[in-house]
């Protein structure tokens, strides 16, 4: 399933080739509650035919290889906290959309999808837009221990080192407002527009939309058979972490986890463990302080807490976008 929209999902039937026209879909009763969300596969009865009118129905939702899931807010102990969402499934990559300048970098926003990617159990990919604004040296630098996949994006430069991580796979892209994710889509799939506005005009007119909408990225010489899907998500500004355990959290930080070996027992992590083990690893140079502070911000936000040490940060504010429609 690549798109719903008002109760009509748009499937691609399996290995149908690339200009196959596309089948729309309802619910069948059968599946009761279960949402279906995009990136699903999902068995199919009816009119398959995808001439213009037909209509199948989904009657069945094959197990998830991996969820993305986000909640509303962090605490789990609002309404918002508890209402969560899967943003896509049997995805298997996180592209982490960060622009180097204008907006600067966020490494608190980055931290909290490698977070969400950990929890998904998918790869991320950080993508470091306007790199003709800024160098990458700062955000590299903050990551160095995680030896985490990167590539730079300038408006000039081929997309080839993209298109091959891309290749072969399903790629959930996110970034927050103004980082140029919308012009990095087009230039990956430049048919978008149109077919995100096929995709609407089934639900009546309407053009633009906030829910998640897989792309089949085109063929390319030179570079594997399948170049993969992209999933844009234009509803989902961030990833509220409130259904991500503390032990999750914890792993969405591999450079830290390592230290936990020497923490007591039942040890929170938390800034005010004074027998914590992760403060001696930061204070022996063996991971950024800053990641240490953010894990700490991530930790005291679930908490509901919303400023452990009464300074903001503005690069870190909480960041959730309640209108954000995950379906
Ligand atoms: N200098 C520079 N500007 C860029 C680059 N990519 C995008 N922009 C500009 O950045 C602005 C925002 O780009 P968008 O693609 O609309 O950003 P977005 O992330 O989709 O933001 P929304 O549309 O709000 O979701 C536009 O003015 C683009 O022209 C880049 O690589 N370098
Ligand atoms: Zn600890």
């Not at 600067?104 to 990617?117: Q, S």
Request: hydrophobic share 40%; charged share 25%.
């Amino acid at each position: 399933m690549i798109a719903v929209d008002r109760g009509r999902y748009t499937c691609v039937l399996a290995a149908a080739a690339p200009d196959a026209p596309t089948v729309t879909a309802m619910r069948a009763r059968e599946l009761g509650r279960k949402s279906v969300v995009v990136g699903d596969r999902v068995g199919l009865v009816g009119d398959t035919s995808g001439v213009p009118g037909a209509l199948a129905r989904i009657v069945r939702i094959e197990p998830r290889r991996s969820v993305l899931r986000r909640t509303a807010e962090d605490d789990a102990s609002t309404a918002e906290g508890r209402l969560e969402r899967v943003v896509v499934a049997n995805a298997d990559q996180l592209v982490i959309v960060s622009a180097l300048a204008d907006p600067p970098p966020r490494t608190g926003f980055i931290d909290r999808c490698l977070v969400a990617a950990y929890d998904a159990d998918i790869e991320p990919l950080l993508c470091l837009t306007k790199a003709d604004l800024a160098g990458p040296e700062t955000v590299l630098d903050y990551y160095t221990e995680l030896e985490l996949p990167y590539v730079l994006i300038r408006p000039d430069s081929s997309l080839d080192a993209l298109r091959s991580l891309l290749a072969g796979r399903v790629s959930v892209l996110v970034g927050h407002s103004g980082v140029g994710k919308s012009t990095l889509v087009n230039r990956l799939v430049p048919e978008a527009e149109r077919a995100v506005g096929t995709v609407s005009a089934i639900g009546r007119g309407r053009h633009t939309s906030t829910s998640a909408v897989a792309l089949r990225l085109p063929a390319v010489a030179g570079l594997p058979d399948d170049p993969g899907w992209i999933v844009d998500t234009p509803g989902v500004r961030s990833f509220g972490l409130a259904h991500v355990s503390a032990e999750s959290l914890l792993h969405g930080f591999s450079d830290l986890v390592e230290a936990t070996v020497d923490c007591p027992a039942n040890c929170s992590h938390s800034a005010d463990e004074t027998e914590c083990a992760l403060a001696a690893w930061v204070a022996d140079g063996r991971a950024d302080p800053r990641r240490l502070a953010s894990y700490h911000r991530l930790l005291a936000s679930r908490a509901g807490e919303t400023d452990p040490r009464g300074a903001t940060n503005p690069r870190d504010e909480p960041e959730h976008d309640p209108r954000g429609r995950a379906e």
